[in-house]
């Protein structure tokens, strides 16, 4: 990996879970090529793993003598390992503002989030439902949640929302909106000249002609003004089905109308290599597909692969930002 020409930003996430070590793991995989970026957070989670492991008594040390760029971004506690806690989550909130801070600032170019804990920021009084929809009230904009794996892309209508409310939010300019997204940034990020994105139903049987559901009405209309634009957009695709191996090779991106819709299939076939993308940002923002696993958090036994390539695809996409 050549040296980074901008600046990636990086957020410890929640100190009680495997934030700390997926970064620490992740970022000695790196070797020299980390000089331009900069971790936020607090030190005490990366000395106590220091304590039992020599990778982060490594990773430590080079922090210490500069080679990591770092900012303290957060108190120096003895943060609780495995467990929903505010102070945690007070750390992983004020990390992602000190990330946000620099890119405002054009301090950092990029920025990658480790895993935090909902519950534990929603402890401190911060009204958060997750790092997509926080990054985009800040930056007034509106944004698509996308996972990859490899050739493997799936996009979100809706995210983190009750499954009673998404029929509601199946609305034809909604999911134009979405295609259109997802078709720019397929072009500019993925090098694909021509994407064909597949389009979900909502319904089983993607609602048999409106007799398990009519909100296919809305799908079919934004499909078809995407095709008027130009766009190679297919469906509604009946969603039992749309991930079939021939479906794979046939689409370059899946658009789903709700969270695990989507995401059980990613996950189920690319947890440990996927990334999450967050489309429509003036920035790259990428983070690893899982959470914050509490249940191994400090046992030194979690891979940092999804860490590593969040960070790669980070600085990928960072070079093609002008």
Same mark, same amino acid.
């Given at each position: 990996?050549?040296?980074?020409?901008?600046?990636?930003?990086?957020?410890?996430?929640?100190?009680?879970?495997?934030?700390?070590?997926?970064?620490?793991?992740?970022?000695?995989?790196?070797?020299?090529?980390?000089?331009?970026?900069?971790?936020?957070?607090?030190?005490?989670?990366?000395?106590?793993?220091?304590?039992?492991?020599?990778?982060?008594?490594?990773?430590?040390?080079?922090?210490?003598?500069?080679?990591?760029?770092?900012?303290?971004?957060?108190?120096?506690?003895?943060?609780?390992?495995?467990?929903?806690?505010?102070?945690?989550?007070?750390?992983?909130?004020?990390?992602?503002?000190?990330?946000?801070?620099?890119?405002?600032?054009?301090?950092?170019?990029?920025?990658?989030?480790?895993?935090?804990?909902?519950?534990?920021?929603?402890?401190?009084?911060?009204?958060?439902?997750?790092?997509?929809?926080?990054?985009?009230?800040?930056?007034?904009?509106?944004?698509?949640?996308?996972?990859?794996?490899?050739?493997?892309?799936?996009?979100?209508?809706?995210?983190?929302?009750?499954?009673?409310?998404?029929?509601?939010?199946?609305?034809?300019?909604?999911?134009?909106?979405?295609?259109?997204?997802?078709?720019?940034?397929?072009?500019?990020? #993925? &090098?694909?000249?021509?994407?064909?994105?597949?389009?979900? @139903? =909502?319904? +089983?049987?993607?609602?048999?002609?409106? *007799?398990? !559901?009519?909100?296919?009405?809305?799908?079919?209309?934004?499909?078809?003004?995407?095709?008027?634009?130009?766009?190679?957009?297919?469906?509604?695709?009946?969603?039992?089905?749309?991930?079939?191996?021939?479906?794979?090779?046939? #689409? &370059?991106?899946?658009?789903?109308?709700?969270?695990?819709? @989507? =995401?059980? +299939?990613?996950?189920?076939?690319?947890? *440990?290599? !996927?990334?999450?993308?967050?489309?429509?940002?003036?920035?790259?923002?990428?983070?690893?597909?899982?959470?914050?696993?509490?249940?191994?958090?400090?046992?030194?036994?979690?891979?940092?692969?999804?860490?590593?390539?969040?960070?790669?695809?980070?600085?990928?996409?960072?070079?093609?930002?002008?």
């Amino acid at each position: 990996m050549k040296n980074i020409s901008k600046t990636i930003a990086i957020t410890m996430g929640d100190p009680g879970g495997i934030g700390p070590e997926i970064i620490s793991k992740g970022l000695l995989n790196f070797g020299s090529s980390v000089n331009n970026i900069i971790l936020f957070g607090a030190l005490s989670p990366f000395r106590r793993l220091a304590k039992k492991f020599i990778w982060a008594k490594e990773f430590l040390s080079r922090i210490n003598i500069g080679a990591i760029k770092f900012v303290c971004s957060a108190e120096e506690l003895d943060y609780p390992i495995g467990i929903i806690d505010k102070n945690c989550g007070e750390a992983a909130y004020s990390s992602i503002i000190s990330a946000v801070d620099y890119i405002k600032k054009g301090k950092a170019d990029a920025l990658v989030t480790p895993p935090v804990s909902k519950k534990s920021i929603i402890k401190t009084g911060h009204d958060f439902i997750g790092h997509t929809d926080l990054l985009a009230g800040f930056f007034k904009c509106e944004t698509t949640m996308m996972l990859f794996s490899g050739s493997f892309r799936v996009a979100l209508v809706t995210t983190h929302i009750p499954l009673k409310n998404v029929p509601k939010l199946i609305e034809n300019e909604r999911i134009l909106r979405h295609i259109k997204r997802l078709n720019e940034h397929l072009i500019r990020f #993925f &090098d694909i000249s021509k994407p064909k994105i597949a389009v979900l @139903g =909502l319904n +089983p049987h993607s609602g048999e002609d409106g *007799e398990l !559901g009519d909100e296919e009405s809305e799908i079919i209309l934004a499909i078809k003004f995407a095709q008027e634009m130009g766009i190679e957009a297919e469906g509604p695709l009946v969603p039992d089905t749309a991930f079939l191996p021939l479906m794979k090779q046939k #689409f &370059d991106a899946f658009l789903a109308m709700y969270h695990d819709q @989507g =995401l059980i +299939p990613l996950k189920t076939l690319g947890f *440990e290599h !996927g990334v999450n993308f967050t489309l429509g940002l003036p920035f790259p923002r990428t983070s690893p597909d899982h959470g914050t696993a509490f249940d191994i958090a400090g046992k030194g036994i979690a891979s940092p692969i999804s860490f590593i390539e969040s960070l790669k695809a980070a600085i990928r996409f960072v070079r093609i930002e002008k």
